[in-house]
């Protein structure tokens, strides 16, 4: 599976902004989908998961009840709206895709995109 992440860009605090993922070749294989971020100096963390077919979510608590990661099958695209941004979420953010039913380790997802830049400013 090849997954390509857009969508990011600069915007204030308490803005928003819509990832999109989209993805191509073997999508019948998915499973499981995620969004992952990394700010600078820091490890990749896990922000969002959705189970391609039934649709049921995951999310870290960092971001709940401001994120919302959806997926579109017909258009074999993930969208992660992000509401109320704060300056901690600016990272680049990663889209991931795995075959298998997986958790919040990066280290379990076997495609990635490429990361798409989040700034967000005070």
């Known amino acids: 599976v090849q997954l390509q992440a857009s969508g990011g860009g600069l915007v204030q605090a308490g803005g928003s902004l819509r990832l999109s993922c989209a993805a191509s070749?073997?999508?019948?294989?998915?499973?499981?989908m995620g969004w992952f971020r990394q700010a600078p100096g820091k490890e990749r963390e896990f922000v969002a998961t959705i189970n391609w077919t039934s649709g049921s979510t995951f999310y870290a608590d960092s971001v709940k009840g401001r994120f919302t990661i959806s997926r579109d099958k017909f258009k074999n695209t993930m969208y992660l709206q992000m509401n109320s941004l704060k300056p901690e979420d600016t990272a680049v953010y990663y889209c991931?895709?795995?075959?298998?039913?997986?958790?919040?380790?990066?280290?379990?997802?076997?495609?990635w995109g490429q990361g798409t830049l989040v700034t967000v400013s005070s």
């Open positions: 070749g073997r999508t019948s294989s998915m499973y499981t």
């Open positions: 991931a895709a795995d075959a298998r039913r997986v958790g919040v380790r990066a280290a379990d997802f076997g495609s």
